[in-house]
């Protein structure tokens, strides 16, 4: 960031803030912070703020280690953080989780800002920008450390070692990853910046076969689930209507976070909404279980919010910003123990609930064909995908394909 530019983007994201509701001592402690670092820049003379410079500010004004700071000192490291966020992007996330890599080192600053530029302007979503930005940092912290500190040096070895050392990465998130980085070489053999392209270093990256049953849970165990929510509280009636959409729809939990309320037509009783991952049109009936659960969370708990009114799920405090669903991992995790749900070797997540639906649909003897509408899957083979589980209905399934020689 320029030093030039840093007075209006603390102004404007003052505004921010005050237009989406934060607490009046959170705008103050922000406020404070940002003034006292624009003095900082100015009496230094610096004309490009990075974050070596945040650094020194936070040591020399606050005497806090930026990279050994406890939970109170966050509080004057936060408001720096969420400077460059909104600088870079127009937003800022509501909380900011420590990181193992919180910094992009220098050697590499120029070409991982180039790269933020480039990422930011592409018509993908928030969480996809999130997750190449997260592979190029966690990439040149790699370089950093084989003692690469000119990327023209890096190899085709260099990145097949770099992600040999992602052990702790499930196979279908490494295959992202592998996606990631031949994007960024081929950005950057197109920069001319390297000689080497993305799809010389990855030309196919192969979709792994499922080697395993996917988990599902019973009728009686979801309604188990469902029981123990405190609807009686706002963030127990937000939780008990997305869960709605996840057992009695299947909904993706990434189109239930961008679900608006012009995908609700109350009077004709449809859910209708562009899918993210198929980009294909699904039109469901909203039946009186979702129904309800939807009216009683919009009309008596959920707030109001200039910013991102249009979208159906809001968080319960301050700025009231369009909710992240990625924490109803751990949401349904807690509702499954309250609950006395056996989980162990079972996934336990958004995406299994959708699994069971899938299952107990055919348990129930409704068609694939039928199945495959709910889920909104275009083709039936990717249906029985979801149904591993039932040994009853894979036999079935197994009469129907046709042997070669």
């Not at 009216?295 to 910013?307: G, P, S």
């Not at 070797?345 to 064909?369: D, F, M, Q, V, W």
């Not at 275009?378 to 009853?392: A, F, G, M, R």
Request: glycine share 2%; aromatic share 10%; with cysteine.
């Amino acid at each position: 960031m320029d030093t030039k530019e840093l007075d209006m983007t603390i102004k404007k994201l003052l505004e921010r803030m005050v237009n989406e509701n934060h607490g009046i001592s959170t705008i103050q402690k922000t406020r404070s912070v940002l003034n006292k670092f624009y003095k900082h820049c100015k009496t230094k003379g610096l004309t490009n703020i990075s974050i070596d410079v945040i650094k020194q500010f936070l040591l020399i004004e606050y005497n806090i280690d930026f990279n050994n700071h406890t939970t109170n000192e966050t509080r004057s490291i936060r408001p720096l953080l969420i400077l460059f966020e909104f600088y870079s992007t127009g937003s800022y996330l509501k909380s900011h989780q420590r990181k193992s890599e919180v910094t992009i080192p220098d050697d590499y600053v120029d070409i991982y800002a180039k790269y933020n530029e480039y990422i930011n302007v592409l018509n993908i979503s928030y969480k996809s920008k999130e997750r190449k930005l997260w592979t190029a940092r966690k990439l040149f912290n790699f370089f950093i450390d084989i003692s690469i500190n000119d990327i023209t040096q890096v190899t085709c070895e260099n990145i097949y070692d770099f992600v040999n050392t992602l052990t702790h990465i499930k196979i279908n998130t490494l295959r992202t990853i592998k996606t990631n980085l031949r994007q960024i070489f081929n950005w950057l053999y197109q920069e001319n910046i390297v000689s080497i392209s993305g799809n010389k270093i990855y030309p196919i990256i192969r979709k792994n076969p499922p080697t395993e049953i996917l988990s599902y849970y019973t009728n009686e165990e979801i309604k188990k689930i469902v029981d123990v929510i405190d609807t009686t509280t706002s963030i127990g009636k937000r939780d008990y209507a997305i869960i709605s959409l996840l057992i009695y729809y299947g909904i993706r939990i990434g189109d239930i976070e961008h679900l608006k309320f012009e995908n609700i037509d109350w009077k004709n009783n449809k859910v209708s909404f562009i899918q993210s991952k198929t980009n294909n049109l699904l039109i469901l009936p909203l039946i009186n279980e979702v129904k309800l659960s939807l009216l009683d969370y919009i009309k008596n708990a959920r707030k109001q919010n200039n910013h991102d009114e249009e979208y159906i799920f809001l968080t319960t405090c301050a700025p009231y910003t369009k909710y992240k669903t990625s924490s109803m991992q751990r949401k349904i995790t807690k509702y499954m123990n309250d609950a006395g749900i056996d989980y162990s070797n079972k996934h336990h997540g958004p995406h299994s609930l959708r699994h069971s639906l899938a299952t107990n649909l055919l348990n129930e003897n409704i068609p694939i064909s039928s199945i495959s509408s709910i889920l909104g899957h275009s083709n039936t083979k990717t249906t029985e995908i979801y149904l591993t589980v039932d040994e009853k209905h894979l036999k079935e399934l197994s009469l129907e394909v046709p042997t070669y020689d």
